[in-house]
């Protein structure tokens, strides 16, 4: 990687750029001599930014469309486009959404850039396959077959233990009362690790469902954890009122609390 760097650009690359380029690729050798070629366009330090673009690359898109995807049979490259809506592919994930038998090793047999994930049963995409294929998802399928395919694949994705993932796909197939119950078991934690997350994944919900007092009551937290203690004292005691209506006395005196 260093040297592909060193003769395209001729400029020696530092430790950084370097392991930039191997994470970006994953150690995929067309993947570093395009992102090798990027970086000598771009030059100097503009060189760590263009690995942003590099999945945009022409000579990528024409080898990741020619040469890998459309030259699948038509079940397995309409499978390939629809399984991209999840980051791991697993046995669950695969019966979920309808993917053919011995999906995996079929698409891998053609070409396809896959690496197993603990174990021979799930497989992920390189990202820079992954990206592409999104985008055709994207441009093939309308939302309402996104939104399907979203939900499909979220309570796989919670079987796996991956809850922050399966909340992603519920939201994203607006999926509202699995997000819900779902961010409630998990919000206490991600209150704590990325309140960042939480807050989008709230301001993601209707307006109507904000207005859960599960919901209300992990928005005062999020003000009262950033300081705000003006500001979390109005949905705090909105999620008292809803505790007290729904007879739920346990969690009202929590938000009282």
Do not use: K
Not at 60 to 76: F, V
Not at 112 to 126: E, N, Q
Not at 193 to 213: D, M, N
Request: hydrophobic share 45%; proline share 5%; with cysteine.
């Amino acid at each position: 990687c260093a040297d592909l760097m060193r003769e395209r650009s001729g400029i020696a690359p530092g430790a950084d750029q370097v392991d930039r380029m191997m994470q970006a690729t994953e150690g995929w050798p067309l993947g570093i001599a395009l992102a090798a070629g990027l970086a000598a366009q771009w030059g100097g330090g503009g060189g760590v930014a263009s690995l942003d673009n590099l999945a945009s690359a022409p000579d990528l898109r024409e080898y990741l469309s020619e040469e890998l995807l459309d030259s699948l049979d038509p079940a397995l490259h309409e499978a390939a486009i629809d399984s991209s809506i999840v980051r791991v592919i697993t046995p669950a994930v695969a019966a979920a959404i309808g993917l053919p038998e011995h999906f995996a090793g079929r698409i891998e047999r053609a070409g396809m850039l896959i690496r197993y994930v603990d174990g021979p049963d799930a497989f992920a995409y390189h990202p820079l396959l992954r990206e592409f294929l999104l985008e055709r998802l994207r441009d093939a399928r309308g939302e309402e077959e996104r939104r399907r395919l979203h939900a499909a694949v979220a309570p796989a994705v919670a079987e796996t233990g991956d809850t922050i993932g399966a909340i992603e796909h519920w939201l994203a197939a607006e999926s509202w009362s699995e997000a819900v119950a779902a961010i409630a078991r998990e919000g206490p934690r991600v209150l704590r690790t990325s309140p960042e997350l939480l807050a989008r994944w709230i301001s993601v919900l209707p307006i109507e469902v904000q207005e859960l007092p599960t919901i209300r009551m992990l928005e005062g937290q999020l003000e009262w954890g950033a300081g705000q203690h003006e500001r979390a004292v109005g949905p705090l005691r909105d999620a008292v009122a809803g505790y007290r209506e729904t007879d739920d006395a346990e969690r009202e005196w929590l938000a009282r609390f």
